[in-house]
């Protein structure tokens, strides 16, 4: 209903999570970003979490996800997130949750209400090194993400690579609310790209690059069944962060993947 659509984002407070990312230890984890979304595609405020760890954490500020405005609170640790974040069944509280994060493990009953999100059609957004995050959670990453980036060799397979700073132009590769923005035109920025990871055949790619320091796919739809889920290969930095077609599928696929558009 619209009163209950109304109820899901307004102050709704993103939270940072620290990670085991060696990059991001050291440093403390105390901001938490307070997001209100104005009614994009003519429904209600939309209800978001976004985790993040704290390497990155500045990063979401820079980005501002388009439409929103954002004020900086304080207060919010990581500690406290944990125990509130997962650990509670967030159906009917949030419509799509972004993810920023790396190298992270969930617990149990963490698992299971994340699951239980996802098979109660929630919409999940996987943003650049999230695609690293759960590495012992083989579901989420076959079933719902479709693509995996190996920090470490897994069996047969190497580790994945990247490259900073790279000349990314990437086509669209079919018409999809999410890059319908482009107009079947190319994107063009400077970030930082993945090779070696592992995709699945059963994504869909929405756009590809013939960069030679890329898989190929940058962005695409997971192959869950029920959840609408969008996984964006870049986002490292400024260079995607600050490029406005970078930002509009980024919002997009925020809209998208919580059935508010498309």
């Given at each position: ?8 984002l ?25 997001v209100?979304?104005?009614g ?13 760890d ?9 980005l501002?996800?388009p ?14 997130f944990?125990?509130r974040?997962?650990s ?8 799509v949750?972004l993810?920023f994060?790396?190298g ?32 012992d959670?083989?579901?989420w990453?076959e079933?719902v993400v479709?693509g ?5 060799p ?7 690579t ?7 132009i ?13 107009g079947?035109?190319?994107?063009h920025?400077?970030?930082e ?24 796919p ?5 192959p ?11 986002g490292?930095?400024?260079?995607a ?21 498309g």
């Amino acid at each position: 209903s619209t009163s209950t659509m109304q109820r899901t984002l307004i102050g709704r407070r993103y939270a940072l999570l620290r990670t085991c990312d060696p990059i991001s230890s050291g440093h403390d984890l105390d901001d938490g970003w307070r997001v209100r979304f104005c009614g994009w595609a003519g429904r209600g405020p939309l209800g978001c979490r976004a985790i993040a760890d704290g390497y990155r954490g500045r990063n979401l500020r820079e980005l501002d996800l388009p439409g929103a405005r954002s004020d900086v609170g304080r207060g919010l640790d990581a500690r406290a997130f944990r125990r509130r974040g997962f650990s509670r069944d967030i159906r009917g509280e949030f419509d799509v949750v972004l993810f920023f994060n790396i190298g992270t493990t969930l617990p149990s009953d963490a698992r299971a209400n994340l699951t239980a999100f996802v098979e109660g059609g929630g919409g999940v957004v996987v943003l650049h090194h999230a695609l690293a995050s759960y590495p012992d959670w083989p579901w989420w990453y076959e079933q719902v993400v479709g693509g995996r980036y190996l920090t470490a060799p897994d069996g047969d397979q190497p580790a994945s690579t990247y490259r900073q700073d790279e000349e990314i132009i990437a086509i669209p590769t079919r018409d999809h609310p999410v890059t319908a923005s482009l107009g079947g035109f190319p994107i063009h920025m400077y970030d930082e790209t993945y090779q070696g990871m592992w995709i699945s055949p059963e994504s869909e790619v929405l756009l590809r690059t013939g960069l030679s320091t890329s898989d190929g796919p940058i962005v695409w739809l997971g192959p869950h069944e029920w959840a609408r889920v969008v996984v964006i290969q870049p986002g490292h930095g400024s260079g995607a962060h600050l490029n406005l077609a970078f930002r509009t599928i980024l919002r997009h696929a925020v809209l998208w993947s919580s059935r508010g558009s498309g």
